[in-house]
């Protein structure tokens, strides 16, 4: 097979059946669970929102980005991605999915109020209450799992044949505790739920609610074990450092600004065939402003084009005064 499974266009690869063949994890990284769960949903719209649509030559990654992707597939290491904003390292995320036909993406927004429990489940526990006095009768043991639901995390855990996806996005925002939360999840591939462990001999067996909109899992004696450790995107804006041991668990990318060839790339993906005839010239203004304010994310070029592809403004009227709208820096001026 080759060892390169991900190419880094985007664009879906030939398989046999469910998706292209995943390399066989180090023995210390092969998971057991049970019980195996169902192929993940598509989220083909949120794909092309993402990404545009791409071509099977399309070249849409440099060479850094594709071995470090195929080293944390087969290493079964979350790849910690660093790089200023706006350089496309949560779209890293998206691309790895759709290339390798994984399913839908698993996004864990982190915000300083994110601890490891908020991303491995939620359980409802004073909606359970209400709905028992609802009903004026103690709620059987089994319906605890109609408040209880996994988190991104939780969910990405989940005994799958295949990796799930899953974007731990912007961790520098996190508590200063979460990374070293963290370690025994990714090390373990495992997780308990407690409030399901204390119903473990009444009911062995409970359906909960997961992070994937209408559908449940059955979780035995409230142990959740991963089969394929899934492939966890962690994004950073380098605004932060992390213990040595989180970084041990991790390989590490870090994304540089995209280039014009890049750029044009991620240009003609979401404007295929509605290009403006300027849009070159955009391009090469947004690298050289970019340059000179110390970097602008890449959706404020697609602002831009989108502005002169829709014909409600000309490409003339942009640069009269509009564009520094548009074009804002993205860091204070020294």
Same mark, same amino acid.
């Given at each position: 097979?080759?060892?390169?499974?991900?190419?880094?266009?985007?664009?879906?690869?030939?398989?046999?059946?469910?998706?292209?063949?995943?390399?066989?994890?180090?023995?210390?990284?092969?998971?057991?669970?049970?019980?195996?769960?169902?192929?993940?949903?598509?989220?083909?719209?949120?794909?092309?929102?993402?990404?545009?649509?791409?071509?099977?030559?399309?070249?849409?990654? +440099?060479?850094?980005?594709?071995?470090?992707?195929?080293?944390?597939?087969?290493?079964?290491?979350?790849?910690?991605?660093?790089?200023?904003?706006?350089?496309?390292?949560?779209?890293?995320?998206?691309?790895? /999915?759709?290339?390798?036909?994984?399913?839908?993406?698993?996004?864990?927004?982190?915000?300083?109020?994110?601890?490891?429990?908020?991303?491995?489940?939620?359980?409802? @526990?004073?909606?359970?209450?209400?709905?028992?006095?609802?009903?004026?009768?103690?709620?059987?043991?089994?319906?605890?799992?109609?408040?209880?639901?996994?988190?991104?995390?939780?969910?990405?855990?989940?005994?799958?044949?295949?990796?799930?996806?899953?974007?731990?996005?912007?961790?520098?925002? +996190?508590?200063?505790?979460?990374?070293?939360?963290?370690?025994?999840?990714?090390?373990?591939?495992?997780?308990?739920?407690?409030?399901?462990?204390?119903?473990?001999?009444? /009911?062995?067996?409970?359906?909960?609610?997961? @992070?994937?909109?209408?559908?449940?899992?059955?979780?035995?004696?409230?142990?959740?074990?991963?089969?394929?450790?899934?492939?966890?995107?962690? =994004?950073?804006?380098?605004?932060?450092?992390?213990?040595?041991?989180?970084?041990?668990?991790?390989?590490?990318?870090?994304?540089?600004?995209?280039?014009?060839?890049?750029? /044009?790339?991620?240009?003609? @993906?979401?404007?295929?065939?509605?290009?403006?005839?300027?849009?070159?010239?955009?391009?090469?203004?947004?690298?050289?402003?970019?340059?000179?304010?110390?970097?602008?994310?890449?959706?404020?070029?697609?602002?831009?084009?989108?502005?002169?592809?829709?014909?409600?403004?000309?490409?003339?009227?942009?640069?009269?005064?509009?564009?520094?709208?548009?074009?804002?820096?993205? =860091?204070?001026?020294?």
């Amino acid at each position: 097979m080759n060892r390169q499974v991900y190419q880094g266009t985007g664009w879906p690869l030939p398989d046999q059946g469910q998706g292209p063949a995943i390399p066989a994890p180090p023995p210390w990284r092969a998971f057991d669970g049970e019980p195996v769960q169902p192929p993940p949903p598509e989220d083909d719209a949120e794909n092309r929102r993402r990404l545009g649509s791409v071509t099977p030559t399309q070249a849409s990654a +440099s060479q850094r980005e594709v071995d470090s992707v195929n080293l944390s597939l087969l290493l079964r290491r979350p790849l910690l991605v660093t790089g200023r904003p706006g350089t496309g390292k949560s779209g890293l995320a998206y691309r790895i /999915a759709r290339e390798l036909k994984l399913g839908r993406v698993l996004r864990w927004t982190i915000t300083s109020r994110s601890t490891l429990n908020s991303g491995l489940y939620e359980y409802d @526990a004073i909606g359970r209450v209400e709905a028992a006095n609802a009903r004026r009768a103690p709620s059987q043991e089994r319906e605890v799992g109609d408040f209880l639901t996994l988190g991104p995390l939780g969910t990405a855990l989940l005994p799958y044949e295949r990796p799930r996806v899953l974007l731990i996005d912007e961790i520098d925002k +996190s508590d200063i505790d979460l990374p070293n939360d963290l370690l025994s999840v990714f090390e373990d591939g495992e997780y308990t739920i407690r409030e399901l462990v204390r119903l473990a001999k009444v /009911a062995p067996e409970i359906e909960v609610h997961t @992070a994937d909109p209408d559908r449940t899992a059955v979780i035995r004696r409230g142990r959740v074990r991963c089969r394929a450790f899934p492939m966890v995107v962690i =994004t950073s804006n380098d605004e932060r450092e992390f213990p040595p041991a989180f970084l041990r668990r991790c390989l590490r990318m870090h994304i540089e600004d995209p280039d014009v060839d890049q750029l /044009a790339a991620m240009v003609h @993906a979401h404007f295929r065939g509605k290009e403006s005839p300027r849009s070159s010239e955009l391009i090469q203004e947004f690298v050289a402003r970019s340059r000179r304010v110390d970097g602008l994310a890449a959706d404020q070029l697609l602002n831009a084009v989108h502005l002169v592809t829709s014909e409600e403004y000309s490409y003339d009227e942009l640069w009269d005064g509009l564009i520094d709208t548009v074009w804002q820096r993205l =860091t204070e001026a020294e």
